[in-house]
């Protein structure tokens, strides 16, 4: 994450009280995915034989920045240290693809003559999978379309969803998020058929009532939604995004009172919930209850978003082009080969 002050300069000096906007967020959250996008364009004059595609995701705990100022801030922790240590970086995920580039108009090889360095690294390869704990098939292609889900890319996560539903039937995840699917493409009528299914293969599931209470929001069946994010409550009672979509069904159903006693149980879990203060200011408004409207305002402008805050992190990104990479809902990054001194190719 990368995080500014007001002034546009990166949160490194453990001045969290300067905290004022971020500029790119990539963390992957409890219980969801991720997904990297690369792109290699490859020269003309590329030797035919095999290419290794290796990519690789990283995570470090802080940046050289930060490393270097607690270095200096606090000497007596680093005892143990002539000069500014390198911090380990934690190898999340790897994988490698063989691609294999031909002469014009023909073969690399023999038929049953493979190269021997493809079959060496092939069986590199197994033996290292042989070593990873097993991950079931359908649970890959789920995380792979929740990860897609995530950026905003519904047209490519039904893909593997529809997979997950064929490869493990049994199993609820595969319609419920073709169902979230979707929901977010705006299309009620599939999401109500995903969401049949979804309930032929596991009951009353808690996770398939948010959806049902989502879904029948938007159909404009509030009576139904509320009886969906109420059983989502039962299974969850302080699930703070529960409450406020019961107190938003209950609003848009001009159920005033019993909205604000859900949005005060919101705020009772999350004090600084925006969207709480301001959903409760209107249904206060609604009940002509003005005075508590105004509390309820004040509190809203406390905590909600500035808006001209996207001025700074726009000049940011500007002079930081990875940052602006990262701060993009889809981000592909470029890979390029690299070239020894002899103008041959080399490790990408």
Known sequence: AVILDGEGNPIQRRNAQDIHVPAAVNVIGPGTADVAHYRLALPRDLAPGPLFVRARVLWRKFDRPYTEFAFRANRAGFATFDAVPDLPITEIARDEVRLVVLPPGGAITPEGAPDPAIAAAEAGQAEERATRPPVPEWMRFNDYGIALLREGNTRAARRPFAEVERLSPSRVDGPLNLARVALADGNLLAAFEHLQRAEAVSPADARSAWVWGALHQEDGRYAASEQAYQAV????????????????????????????????????????????????????????????????????????????????????????????????????????????????????
Request: net charge neutral.
């Open 233 to 348: 409550l039962q299974a969850f009672p302080q699930d703070r995004q529960a409450w406020f979509q019961l107190g938003r069904t209950r609003y848009l159903d001009r159920r005033y009172e019993p909205a604000i006693a859900a949005f005060d149980r919101v705020l009772a879990i999350d004090p600084e919930h925006r969207d709480a203060h301001y959903n409760r200011m209107l249904s206060l408004r609604a009940l002509g209850r003005n005075e508590e409207a105004a509390l309820a305002e004040a509190a809203f402008e406390r905590y909600r978003i500035d808006e001209a805050a996207a001025a700074i992190t726009r000049e940011y990104r500007a002079r930081n082009p990875g940052v602006n990479l990262m701060a993009q809902p889809i981000h592909t990054h470029d890979l390029a080969i690299r070239r020894g001194a002899d103008g041959a190719a080399g490790e990408p």
